[in-house]
């Protein structure tokens, strides 16, 4: 019998008795296509509600700009849809994300059909109405940077905040969204001008 969850305007944590192999994990995602679920390291399962108006469009002008880079410079973006199967056990899925062409060239076909097996280079996260900037900067810091990402953006459309993260551990913070920002030395010649997300 199918399980139905009402889902509030947040993230729910499911507790199963065992954690969930990687083939049941992807079945249960599978089944439920309409639900973005990550899964932590330690195994919990984390359902998240969609997102708001204002943030699915944000996501999607960073995607739209990264796929022109990509059509340009090479490599492969990715929509908020697709999990990535970490280093430490964890499938996340960043609102928008570069990998590289070498990374690509790494993975095969069967790699493709299943939660994408590598780290991307470029992540970007879009904080929602409901998301908690404590837990939103957790993830880019234990999650995305711990597992090799080298370049991610935290942004907060809202409050008009941008903080980037890079492997190194600096973070530096972007105030006011009359700026442009750039991939630095991880996307040589991309830059976002903040002012789209007005």
């Not at 234990?142 to 008009?160: F, P, S, Y």
């Not at 442009?180 to 991880?186: A, F, I, R, Y």
């Amino acid at each position: 019998m199918p399980l139905e969850l009402t889902i509030p305007e947040a993230e729910v944590e499911l507790n199963f008795p065992t954690s969930l192999s990687n083939e049941a994990f992807e079945a249960l995602c599978l089944a439920n296509k309409e639900l973005l679920i990550e899964r932590d390291p330690d195994g919990k399962i984390k359902v998240m509600s969609p997102v708001s108006g204002k943030s699915g469009r944000s996501e999607l002008k960073f995607n739209g700009q990264l796929y022109n880079y990509v059509v340009e410079h090479g490599g492969e973006s990715f929509s908020s849809s697709t999990g990535f199967a970490l280093p430490d056990g964890s499938v996340k899925s960043p609102d928008a994300c570069y990998v590289t062409a070498l990374q690509m060239a790494s993975l095969t076909e069967t790699d493709l059909n299943h939660f994408v097996p590598l780290v991307p280079d470029f992540v970007v996260e879009v904080i929602s109405p409901t998301d908690q900037l404590k837990a939103a900067a957790a993830k880019m810091t234990t999650v995305w940077i711990a597992n090799g990402v080298r370049l991610g953006w935290l942004v907060d459309v809202e409050n008009e905040k941008l903080w980037i993260y890079r492997q190194n551990g600096t973070v530096s913070l972007v105030e006011g969204f009359e700026q442009v920002v750039t991939g630095e030395d991880v996307l040589p010649g991309f830059s976002f001008d903040l002012r789209l997300l007005r």
